[in-house]
């Protein structure tokens, strides 16, 4: 996935693609713009999403997703909180 990050030393914002378990190490690395440690935080927003019509590259789950979420409320137990769409 592609986070974004801000610099508080310098005023810049980067993009970097990093694993979700990776996504902090910018964090405690030296800012890429001015090099300074311990200024970069990691932004949060919502993902950027945009609809262009049906030729848009934006699909519907297919019907197999739908089995998915059942074979996992199965085997979660009574305690299941997955919905069925």
Not at 7 to 33: L, Q
Not at 55 to 61: E, L, V
Request: include cysteine.
């Amino acid at each position: 996935m592609t986070y974004n990050y801000h610099c508080d030393a310098c005023g810049k914002n980067f993009d970097k693609g990093f694993s979700i378990a990776d996504r902090d190490k910018p964090t405690t690395k030296p800012c890429p713009a001015c090099h300074k440690k311990g200024k970069v935080t990691r932004v949060f927003q919502a993902p950027s999403v945009s609809y262009e019509g049906p030729k848009s590259d934006i699909r519907k789950a297919g019907s197999g997703w739908n089995d998915v979420l059942k074979r996992i409320d199965k085997y979660a137990g009574k305690r299941s909180k997955v919905d069925h769409y």
